[in-house]
Nanobody, 116 residues
Framework: QVQLVESGGGLVEPGGSLRLSCAAS????????MSWVRQAPGKEREWVSSINSVGTNWVYADSVKGRFTISRDNAKNTLYLQMKSLKSEDTALYYC?????????WGQGTQVTVSS
């Protein structure tokens, strides 16, 4: 079955950087768009970014544009999210999702907390 395992979250100060990873298995990773979504406490799940199946096209939410970079390594079945210039409002549980937008399968998430 589809398995997505996120890692790389943590506590970081405002202005800092983190790199999230998502290891995918149980499906043909290279055939699918992949995305990152996030959910802050008390808020609805929010789409962050999507990348096409070959890693040549990507889109971002306005809130992260210019600060986050999505990428993938199809040889390793891994999705990445490089985050820089982090803000307190980026604090959330970050999920990797199969598909475009909010996707159809998700991992357990990795917590990102931006705080001084």
């Amino acid at each position: 079955q589809v398995q997505l395992v996120e890692s790389g979250g943590g506590l970081v100060e405002p202005g800092g950087s983190l790199r999230l990873s998502c290891a995918a298995s149980g499906f043909t990773f290279s055939n699918y768009y992949m995305s990152w979504v996030r959910q802050a406490p008390g808020k609805e799940r929010e789409w962050v970014s999507s990348i096409n199946s070959v890693g040549t096209n990507w889109v971002y939410a306005d809130s992260v544009k210019g600060r986050f970079t999505i990428s993938r390594d199809n040889a390793k079945n891994t999705l990445y999210l490089q985050m820089k210039s982090l803000k307190s409002e980026d604090t959330a549980l970050y999920y990797c999702a199969r598909g475009y937008g909010r996707g159809d399968s998700w991992g357990q998430g990795t917590q990102v907390t931006v705080s001084s």
